[in-house]
């Protein structure tokens, strides 16, 4: 069974460039998350979708990040435009529904350098 | 507002030691706690995930345990080995959508 997957898996770009960074979580997965690790801080939550709908997007740092599941698949986040303090390590994890909350299986993370 | 603390911040064994990492956390309402392993440039992977309602996980070399009422966790490691050498993150599920809290870490170094 395949994991979850992330692509880019590095991305250098300058400041005020736009980065979409994708994630692919397992499949079957309803959960989705995306989470951050800047220089020297904790890993950060962002948001959680469960299939394509938004259910917590309390971690998101601005309205210059926008997060997408469309289908309930695949992910999509943008950061437009981007700034310094947005670099770091961006991870994606998936987990099945259910009434137990479940492992969530991290993606390999996508290395992010505004320059 | 939920913390998550890991002591210590690095820790430098001898192979075939036991040892035990440190997670505590500030509010005792949780849902979940996980253990991971994170290898330098690498993904996380999940090593132990125990429910609140349960006292303690084992895998292999492995076991967790969690006293909700102190806020704390440790994740025990028998007979340890250079291969365990990695970094040892603990995060907390705080809210029922499964949003995870983090702590910083403990990187854990085992010489053969």
């Known amino acids: 069974e395949a994991g979850v997957t992330q692509f880019p898996s590095h991305s250098v770009i300058e400041k005020g460039q736009t980065v979409t960074l994708r994630c692919d979580p397992i499949?079957?997965?309803?959960?989705l998350y995306w989470y951050r690790r800047v220089m020297g801080k904790e890993i950060k939550f962002l948001l959680h979708?469960?299939?394509?709908?938004?259910?917590?997007e309390s971690g998101m740092p601005n309205n210059r990040f926008l997060a997408e599941r469309t289908g309930g698949t695949y992910s999509t986040l943008k950061v437009q435009p981007a700034e310094l303090e947005d670099s770091g390590v961006y991870f994606c994890?998936?987990?099945?529904?259910?009434?137990?909350?479940?492992?969530?299986?991290f993606g390999p993370g996508t290395r992010l350098l505004v320059l | 507002k939920q913390e998550v603390t890991q002591i210590p911040a690095a820790l430098s064994v001898p192979e075939g030691e036991n040892l035990v990492l440190n997670c505590s956390f500030t509010?005792?309402?949780?849902?979940?706690l996980q253990w991971f392993r994170q290898d330098p440039g690498k993904g996380l992977t999940s090593l132990l995930l125990?429910?609140?309602?349960?006292r303690e996980q084992t895998s292999g070399r492995l076991n967790a345990s969690l006293d909700k009422s102190s806020g704390r966790s440790t994740l025990y490691i028998a007979a340890s080995q250079p291969g365990d050498s990695a970094t040892y993150l603990c995060?907390?599920?705080?809210?029922?959508?499964?949003?995870?809290?983090f702590g910083q870490g403990t990187t854990l170094q085992v010489k053969p």
């Open positions: 994890a998936s987990s099945q529904q259910g009434i137990l909350q479940e492992t969530q299986y």
């Open positions: 499949s079957g997965h309803d959960n």
């Open positions: 979708f469960v299939k394509e709908s938004k259910q917590d």
């Open positions: 509010d005792s309402a949780i849902y979940n």
């Open positions: 125990i429910q609140s309602s349960q």
């Open positions: 995060a907390v599920g705080s809210s029922n959508t499964g949003k995870l809290i």
